[in-house]
């Protein structure tokens, strides 16, 4: 099964994709000091979404990985989020996803409706750290890609709920804030991680 296949999925994507190509004339009109600050890029109009090659490779590990309980930190308006949930339908498991921006939560459960997949996600709708502390045990698969200043704190979080073999992707691991994450999962005997291009694949393994 490929849930990328079915056209309620696929025309969401379509529509997703095709909004977030407008991420760089949204960017260009914003002033010098709303680009330098992190949190109202994050949390504006902007996308920040994956690129399509870079979804598909999303979904490709998630479904691989056969994980059945996958953790999203920072759904934004649900590109990466509509993959995963299609990995998880397809795993047969569940998606939990987090996003602080109200009217990108509202965007996000919106897409998951059309796309038949609000049934296997649930979009948690605050600060990750929050909304994530009671978060069950079981993860098999987490994907980051919120504030990258945030990356070690949520795998701190996470961690102790984990699977053994449990895959971790983390996106834009080349910014100066997802530096404390990239060095722990680089340098921990419980990670074997591997860069590719700007996003970070570390497994995680209880036996070190």
Known sequence: MNSLNDPAVAACVARLHAGAKGDRDRHAKLSASERADESLTRLGSLYMAVSRDEARLLYLLA???????????????????????????????????????????????????????????????GDALETLADAGPGIGFVFLDGWKSMYLPMLELLQPKLLDGALLVADNIDHPGAGPYADHVRTSNEFVSYCLGKIEISCFSTSG
């Not at 759904?75 to 397809?90: E, H, K, N, P, Q």
């Open 63 to 125: 479904r691989g990985s056969g994980a059945k309980y996958l953790v999203e930190f920072g759904a934004s308006f649900g590109v990466s989020t509509t993959y995963l949930a299609a990995a998880a339908r397809d795993n047969g498991g569940r998606l939990v996803t987090t996003e602080a921006h109200p009217d990108k939560c509202a965007a996000t459960r919106t897409v998951l409706d059309e796309a038949g997949l609000g049934e296997v996600a649930t979009l948690l709708e």
